[in-house]
């Protein structure tokens, strides 16, 4: 039995001590670097077509989204919200550093704070998005409550495999973040719309 309560002890410590460090993320400001500064534009205005993804595809690599010329990954837009107990948003722009050292733990991706939610552009196989967003839709509405005592409901697009394509996963993922019951918390997927 005290084997047992000293390991969990450590056990706690270690949770604590992860948590404490999406604490200290959320009280930072989140810099707009050149890949969320190249991303916005893309994902909030819907102006992109397929003749403009060259000049694109070139942007991302020189700001360090895209590895190379032969990176192609898929794309997910998950959008973000903090809520408090009456409903009201809450989402301040120091959420985007803590989603985005979470979600970095699972997925390639940047996230940003626009009009009171935060937006991140996951990049992946879709391997990776089907092993891993469940898990990260799941962890950042825990945090959220753990570390900043608030509600969070997430909205997330389906796959899609050009830069170009964002505003229209961005306009899935308001759906999604929209879809429900107002006061309920967690993740709310597109391809779970009805049609």
Do not use: W
């Not at 998950?78 to 989402?91: E, G, I, K, P, W």
């Not at 009171?116 to 990776?128: C, R, T, Y």
């Amino acid at each position: 039995m005290e084997g047992l309560a000293a390991e969990l002890r450590i056990i706690r410590e270690k949770i604590d001590a992860q948590f404490a460090t999406f604490g200290q993320a959320a009280q930072q400001p989140n810099p707009q670097d050149q890949r969320a500064a190249m991303l916005m534009p893309l994902v909030l205005d819907d102006f992109a077509d397929d003749a403009d993804l060259p000049r694109q595809e070139s942007y991302a690599r020189e700001c360090g989204l895209l590895r190379d010329e032969n990176d192609k990954p898929s794309y997910i837009v998950m959008v973000s919200a903090l809520l408090d107990a009456d409903n009201t948003n809450r989402t301040v722009p120091s959420f985007a550093s803590s989603v985005n050292m979470l979600a970095s733990k699972y997925l390639r991706g940047v996230s940003f704070f626009t009009s009171g939610k935060v937006v991140s552009v996951l990049m992946g196989s879709p391997s990776d998005f089907s092993q891993y967003l469940h898990i990260l839709a799941d962890e950042i509405p825990q945090m959220a409550e753990r570390v900043l005592g608030s509600q969070c409901r997430i909205g997330v697009s389906r796959m899609v495999h050009t830069l170009t394509a964002l505003h229209d996963a961005y306009r899935e993922a308001m759906d999604a973040l929209r879809q429900g019951d107002g006061a309920e918390g967690g993740a709310h997927f597109s391809r779970d719309l009805a049609p």
